[in-house]
């Protein structure tokens, strides 16, 4: 089990990971993420509704 760097929820096998300088992050959900990039200050170009930009295949 890898826990969310946000809410620590598993991220299960697809996780959604978030590439920073000093590593990467990986989220249970794209709202994880967002609200991350959000409350850090984060640029990063949005994803396309339902898609994990980093994995494209959804998570099942």
Known sequence: MKPCDLCS???GNRPFELVTPEK???FCCEGC???Y???HEINT???QAGQNPDKPT???
Do not use: H, N, S, V
Request: glycine share 6%; net charge neutral; charged share 35%.
């Open 45 to 47: 170009a949005p994803a």
């Open 33 to 35: 993420r967002g609200i």
């Open 9 to 11: 929820l598993d991220c």
């Open 37 to 39: 990039e959000m409350l």
């Open 24 to 26: 990467t992050l990986q």
């Open 58 to 60: 959804e998570r099942k």
